[in-house]
Each structure stands twice: as structure tokens, then as C-alpha cells.
């Protein structure tokens, strides 16, 4: 089973890429979790260069095709979502990538809630199955947390969001 992280943080230190990653480090066998780079790499969303799509775009269309489940972890802006993440998810519009795809919401910072709140919006009018039971907002803040201290501390919520992604990823296959 595939698993295919997105964060929307481009900061090397980022919370949400290191949520991630910590999430990675606790997969069980015969599940992986990439956590994908190239976010930083799309063009600003354009509608007149979106057929056919450049090929940073085709990329990550192509990887969320090739997912089993997609897992978002995204910092909060002003109240809402990162523009990174806006901008992948504008891409995605115009295609069927996300259309009754599997995806988790992971918000690092618990005070977060309006990014939370609009991210599980957009990706349920892009058709998204958002799976409730693997959504998990962390109880305190993990600044200058390793991942590894981030994986000890949340290892029940993380290898919970794990299992709920497989048992759905195993009923669709069902």
C-alpha cells in the first residue's frame, strides 16, 4: 500500500513535513509513506497553460494517481491555507486525481483550525473520500521537536491514523 504525504510547508524545518516524516518512521509492513518534494517546484496555478500540464504538475498528478490514500499536513496563513498547498490542490482541480481518493487531514498546531477547517473543504469539493477516523489535530505544538521525538510522544495518534488508512485501503479492495 502507497501512502503519499503532502505538506504544505516549504521550510526545511517545517512542523507539518516533520509530522510527516515521523509518521513515515512508524509504517508497518507492507504499507509505505512518501513524503512527497516537489510541491515548491509548481507554477503558480494557470488555467491557460493547464492542458497539457507541466510536467512538475504531471508529476504530482501522476503520484496521487498512483496513491492508495494521500495524507495532507499543512501550516495555517492569515486564517487559512498555505499557498503551496492551495496551489497544488488548484492543479488537481481539473483532473480526477483526488475524485474518491482516500485522504487524512494531520494538523500539527492545535490552534490551527480555520487552515483545518478550509483544507478539509476544498478536497471534499474536489470529491475526495476524507476518512474522519484518520484526521488528527496533535494536543500541544511540536516546535523543535525532532521526528523522532515527535514519533515517540504521538505514536498511538500516528499508528492509529496508519491503521484507519489501511482498513479503508482494505475495504476498497474488498
Known amino acids: ?3 503519499l504525504a503532502l505538506s504544505g510547508s516549504l521550510r526545511a524545518t517545517s512542523e507539518n513535513t516533520r509530522l510527516l516524516r515521523a509518521l513515515a518512521r512508524l509504517t508497518p509492513a507492507g504499507m509505505e509513506v512518501v513524503v512527497y518534494s516537489g510541491l515548491g517546484e ?3 496555478f494557470n488555467p491557460d497553460i493547464e492542458f497539457p500540464n507541466p510536467p512538475t504538475v504531471a508529476a504530482l498528478r501522476e503520484a496521487i494517481n498512483e496513491a492508495d490514500v ?3 499536513a499543512s501550516p495555517e496563513y492569515a486564517h487559512g491555507v498555505s499557498a503551496v498547498i492551495k496551489n497544488a490542490l488548484d492543479w488537481m482541480v ?3 486525481s483526488f475524485v474518491n481518493k482516500p485522504v487524512a ?3 500539527a498546531a492545535p490552534r490551527a483550525t480555520h487552515a483545518y477547517l478550509a483544507l478539509r473543504e476544498t478536497v471534499t469539493m474536489m ?3 476524507v476518512i474522519d477516523a ?3 489535530t496533535l494536543a500541544q505544538p511540536i516546535t523543535g521537536m525532532s521526528e523522532d521525538e515527535i514519533a515517540q510522544q504521538y505514536a498511538a495518534e500516528l499508528v ?3 491503521e484507519m488508512i489501511l482498513a479503508v485501503a482494505q475495504n476498497r479492495k474488498d
Open 94 to 96: 481539473g483532473n480526477e
Open 42 to 44: 509548481l507554477p503558480l
Open 160 to 162: 492509529n491514523v496508519l
Open 70 to 72: 494521500v495524507v495532507i
Open 105 to 107: 487531514l494531520l494538523n
Open 127 to 129: 470529491s475526495a473520500d
Open 1 to 3: 500500500m502507497r501512502v
Open 134 to 136: 484518520a484526521c488528527v
